[in-house]
């Protein structure tokens, strides 16, 4: 076959390929998890690797470590400029037991700082920036001479501390065992969009990567969260200073979600890491993802659910491809918290957890880690999304559910349609809502008859019987004959024919729609029914909106979902029209009087944090 020939054999094909299947990541690339411990240098020896030993073997690939005090320990920066090598000597030695327990497959990432210590909140001690700085903690940010102590410590923790266990070497040279360092945990924790010192974001990056040196040795710089917990539909973790800095390598996520009547804890995640979507679009071939803490936040169902919540959010993110920590992992008590204690086995929250890390190694991913992760192993191909395991009995729905993760129209309840494979509730084209043959068409595997869409039965024959035999009431129908009890021959009474339909089958009609937004991310709208999209889709370059076929190119260059409809994917006008007056935006930098002053008035901002994000809260 010519080229031609092929290419246009190819768009034939392309042209009458399945619309049933939703959304899929065809990444080449694999997946990982693992956890956050905020105090694994502090433990026993004994203890301390009895903890390493039970997260590697629950399959965490990441333990995330956090350089900060306790009630009993100091910082190892005692006061400014001076450092207790003993206390990095802890975390030399997690490291080298992480490196010996897990035969260098689990790797770490620092947090170097953490936004806590600087605040002296949740239950971390007042450090010496804190003592520093005062109530006056986003100084830490934007004074240019508490920033270059700032880069001090960085230099002081990551080249000139002696690795005990690795030969005296420093630590920027580690990536045997060291993936990444975060810029602090949750920089401007609770505060978005950011007030002040915004250029701190690329100045500490640059300094991490270029003068600390982790990027000539394949260590990842990391965000580490800005402005702390993500809002479900927000973009608080991602401004543009980060996208627009060379120096970071990874925007981290930090998500704390609940479950509620609509949807479970990981339809968030489900929503914001759309394949395609501004986030992700824009992401992808220039930043690495990586949700580095989400939790179980206990809501109105209660903690009977907390595995289930755990298990929804893993399930989300790895059915995504992307890759995430959980926060936290503890050997003490669980309480109402998201805390799991990482020794408990069957029946207990870490018995989710567990199965989660297990798939998400194996999960594909569109994005390429394997420079901080070397895997060698290929990614285990997803074919269905997989049913939640760990459901309480009492649980009102199992199946199908508002917000449950789905990858087909099968697979959600009767009046939601799966959705960027989510159920959402169908507003058109479902049994009972009104049709015609032009505009108003009704949903596949339902018929518009009277005006009406109708839900019918599927032709009868062998392709078709596994879709038949799941039918809701298969008394409807008689056996064809004696061997195939789940056969069917003429129902009882005859429901209106439906055109077969089997995603395996490429036979699909596609569903109804009117604009882009109504089709999956991986479709567009052509002629009233949702297509394949091969060129001009969702998240690829665009050179104009006419280009799209998702009807719109955003801010970024990508073709976008048109703006102001359609929850979840993140839009483009989310990181910037939002701003409040206090944003400069990136049009605006380094001019005139709207230029970023790097000596702005001291700010004092309640030190409560918000945690619970979920919309229960
Ligand atoms: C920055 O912080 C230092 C230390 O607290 C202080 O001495 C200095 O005046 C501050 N600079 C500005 C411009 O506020």
Not at 76 to 97: H, K, Q, R
Not at 474 to 500: M, V, W
Not at 557 to 573: I, L, T
Request: glycine residues 10%; charged residues 20%; hydrophobic residues 30%.
């Amino acid at each position: 076959m010519h080229l031609f020939g092929a290419v246009a054999f190819l768009f034939s094909v392309l042209a009458f390929t399945s619309s049933v299947q939703a959304v899929k990541v065809s990444g080449t690339h694999r997946s990982f998890g693992g956890v956050n411990h905020q105090s694994i240098q502090f433990l026993e020896p004994k203890e301390r690797d009895k903890v390493i030993t039970a997260a590697v073997d629950a399959g965490a690939t990441v333990i995330r470590l956090f350089i900060t005090g306790d009630d009993k320990h100091s910082d190892p920066e005692t006061s400014l400029g001076v450092f207790d090598d003993s206390i990095l000597d802890l975390y030399d030695d997690t490291l080298a037991a992480i490196h010996r327990i897990s035969k260098g497959k689990t790797k770490v990432i620092i947090a170097p700082h953490d936004v806590h210590s600087l605040r002296g909140s949740n239950g971390s001690p007042c450090d010496a920036y804190c003592r520093l700085v005062g109530e006056a903690w986003l100084d830490f940010y934007s004074n240019l001479s508490i920033r270059q102590t700032y880069k001090e410590r960085l230099t002081a923790i990551f080249n000139n501390y002696k690795s005990k266990n690795f030969n005296g070497a420093s630590w920027s040279t580690l990536n045997q065992v060291v993936m990444g360092v975060d810029l602090q945990n949750e920089p401007w924790s609770g505060i978005s969009p950011i007030p002040a010192g915004e250029p701190w974001i690329c100045d500490i990056a640059t300094h991490l990567k270029n003068e600390v040196g982790l990027g000539n040795h394949n260590i990842a710089v990391l965000t580490g969260g800005i402005s702390g917990a993500n809002s479900p539909g927000g973009t608080e973790n991602a401004p543009e200073s980060a996208f627009k800095c060379a120096a970071v390598d990874v925007i981290a996520i930090h998500g704390y979600y609940s479950s509620n009547d609509d949807a479970t804890a990981g339809t968030p995640w489900a929503n914001i890491l759309l394949p395609g979507n501004t986030l992700t679009g824009r992401a992808l071939g220039s930043k690495l993802l990586l949700v580095e803490e989400f939790s179980y936040v206990r809501a109105r169902t209660g903690l009977h659910y907390k595995s289930a919540d755990i298990w929804d959010q893993a399930n989300a993110l790895n059915y995504r491809g992307i890759p995430w920590l959980y926060s936290k992992v503890t050997s003490g008590d669980e309480g109402s918290s998201g805390n799991v204690n990482i020794f408990r086995g069957k029946g207990f929250a870490m018995e989710a957890l567990a199965d989660g890390l297990r798939r998400a190694s194996k999960a594909s991913s569109n994005f390429d880690w394997s420079r901080y992760l070397p895997q060698s192993r290929k990614p285990v191909k997803t074919t269905h999304v997989a049913l939640n395991p760990y459901l309480p009995d009492q649980a009102d729905c199992k199946l199908g559910c508002p917000g449950f993760l789905c990858d087909s129209m099968d697979a959600c309840q009767q009046g939601y349609v799966c959705k960027n494979n989510v159920c959402e509730k169908c507003t058109k084209g479902c049994p009972g809502m009104q049709c015609d043959a032009y505009r108003n068409l009704c949903q596949e595997k339902t018929r518009c008859v009277d005006g009406i869409c109708q839900e019918c039965a599927v032709r009868a024959d062998s392709a078709s019987r596994r879709t038949t035999c799941e039918l809701d009431e298969p008394s409807r129908y008689k056996s064809a004959s004696t061997d195939e009890t789940c056969g069917l021959d003429e129902p009882f009474t005859q429901p209106p024919i439906c055109n077969y339909c089997d995603g395996s089958t490429k036979e699909c009609r596609g569903s109804p729609c009117v604009r882009a937004v109504d089709c999956d991310a991986d479709e567009f709208c052509d002629w009233g029914l949702c297509r394949p999209c091969t060129s001009g889709c969702l998240g690829m370059a665009c050179k104009s909106s006419r280009d799209c076929k998702t009807g719109n190119c955003n801010a970024f260059d990508k073709c976008d979902y048109p703006s102001g409809v359609g929850k979840g994917p993140m839009r483009a006008e989310d990181y910037v029209g939002r701003r409040g007056p206090g944003y400069f935006g990136p049009r605006y930098q380094n001019q005139g009087p709207s230029k970023p002053r790097d000596n702005v008035a001291r700010v004092v901002v309640p030190v409560d944090e918000v945690k619970q994000t979920g919309s229960t809260a």
